[in-house]
């Protein structure tokens, strides 16, 4: 059962640490010349594309975006079914020689943005994967790293970062939330 702890993030604030994520994006990468980003669903989908949307506005240029379905790349893999049907990303655009950014919207043990990497690189072989979070949480139990962090907040095993965003909620902001 999860209970209501605090709001960490409302809607101004994740309008903010978007943008700023984007103009970070484009100042590391020297402009958007071969950059694509590649949102992790769910709730790294929609961030993904206000990210883009964003540099669009900031370079006046659309970056190639879309997402991938990381599920057959999870190392729990077999946790999930005995006999898993791989399959591979359904990218538009070849990934080859490109800078990737990975878009997610919690940054915990790191196993999906590791997962993520898997999926991206079974599309081709990028010059760069870098990784951007909304908020990173900490508790990492691998050695993988944000390169762009909207916020970081110190949590305990025990709470939960909720960010809730259309399409898949009706209101726009971070929580944390008890686990009890």
């Given at each position: ?5 605090a ?10 640490a978007l943008m ?8 590391k990468?020297?402009g ?10 769910r ?6 594309h ?19 379905d990381?599920?057959?790349y ?33 940054l ?5 943005a ?7 690189i079974?599309?081709g ?21 944000a ?30 939330m008890?686990?009890?």
């Open positions: 059962m999860l209970s209501f702890k709001e960490l993030m409302d809607e101004t604030a994740m309008r903010r700023r994520i984007s103009h970070e994006i484009v100042e990468n020297k958007v010349e071969a950059l694509c980003l590649v949102g992790i669903r709730r790294g989908e929609p961030l993904a206000i990210i883009c949307g964003n540099i669009e506005k900031i370079e006046g240029v659309r970056v190639p975006c879309e997402s991938v990381i599920k057959y999870r190392d729990d893999l077999t946790l999930m079914n005995e006999s898993p049907i791989w399959r591979k990303p359904d990218l538009s655009f070849d990934v080859t020689g490109k800078s990737v950014v990975l878009v997610d919207d919690v915990y043990t790191g196993r999906t590791r997962a993520a990497m898997e999926a991206v079974a599309c072989r990028p010059k760069v994967i870098q990784l951007a979070v909304l908020v990173d949480r900490g508790h990492r139990e691998l050695p993988i790293r390169d762009f962090v909207g916020k970081n907040v110190p949590t305990s095993r025990n709470e939960l970062v909720e960010v809730q965003i259309p399409p898949f909620d009706g209101t726009t902001r971070v929580c944390l008890d686990i009890n």
